[in-house]
T-cell receptor
Framework: AQSVTQLGSHVSVSEGALVLLRCNYS??????LFWYVQYPNQGLQLLLK??????LVKGINGFEAEFKKSETSFHLTKPSAHMSDAAEYFC????????????FGQGTRLTINP | NAGVTQTPKFRVLKTGQSMTLLCAQD?????MYWYRQDPGMGLRLIHY???????AKGEVPDGYNVSRLKKQNFLLGLESAAPSQTSVYFC???????????FGQGTRLTVV
């Protein structure tokens, strides 16, 4: 069964600094990988997704993620943090075969310091 | 354009009571999911459905039942609520298993 591990439940960066949120996955078949963002008291919305077309994926709000098969990783980055990026971020995996159900990681809360 | 709508948004139950959470989507999606969100645990999949009339267990199905009698609706039932089921419940739907999931606003359930 597939699984996702997000390293760091809480990340804090200064405004303008690099954002790096880590995600490692486990899957026995080729995965589809997703990053979702959750703002306070809201549901989740999609930031970006990897579907095997390109290893570097660009998403909304200046975020991007790189799929590294050898490291089973899909880390999320943004060159320059903005105050509005403060939220909780979730990495998720779905397998290309089988039930294709969406499984999430534990989440990383991103705080931006002025 | 409603998307995914969850009813109710808030509920307080006494231990042993039963209730049903309703999820409705108007996007003609095949897949529907129920997750629970607890601090430090992310979203854990309770049950999901890959089409009308089908349901399957997720990671934490115990104490919950689901039904998908109509394609647009996915119901989550708690037969005998327990304090451990205090959580925020999210419903989501997607066109297929590998496509973007759209989430409802969540239901905050407290069991006392």
């Amino acid at each position: 069964a597939q699984s996702v591990t997000q390293l760091g439940s809480h990340v804090s960066v200064s405004e303008g600094a690099l954002v790096l949120l880590r995600c490692n996955y486990s899957s026995s078949v080729p995965p589809y990988l997703f990053w979702y963002v959750q703002y306070p008291n809201q549901g989740l919305q999609l930031l970006l997704k990897y579907t095997s077309a390109a290893t570097l994926v660009k998403g909304i709000n200046g975020f991007e993620a790189e799929f590294k098969k050898s490291e089973t990783s899909f880390h999320l980055t943004k060159p320059s943090a903005h105050m509005s990026d403060a939220a909780e971020y979730f990495c998720a995996v779905s397998e290309i075969q089988g039930a294709q159900k969406l499984v999430f990681g534990q989440g990383t809360r991103l705080t931006i310091n002025p | 354009n409603a998307g995914v709508t969850q009813t109710p948004k808030f509920r307080v139950l006494k231990t042993g009571q039963s209730m049903t959470l309703l999820c409705a989507q108007d996007m003609n999606h095949e897949y529907m999911y129920w997750y629970r969100q607890d601090p430090g645990m992310g979203l854990r999949l309770i049950h999901y459905s890959v089409g009308e009339g089908t349901t399957a267990k997720g990671e934490v199905p115990d104490g919950y039942n689901v039904s998908r009698l109509k394609k647009q609706n996915f119901l989550l039932g708690l037969e005998s609520a327990a304090p451990s089921q205090t959580s925020v419940y999210f419903c989501a739907s997607s066109l297929a298993g590998l496509t973007e999931a759209f989430f409802g606003q969540g239901t905050r359930l407290t069991v006392v």
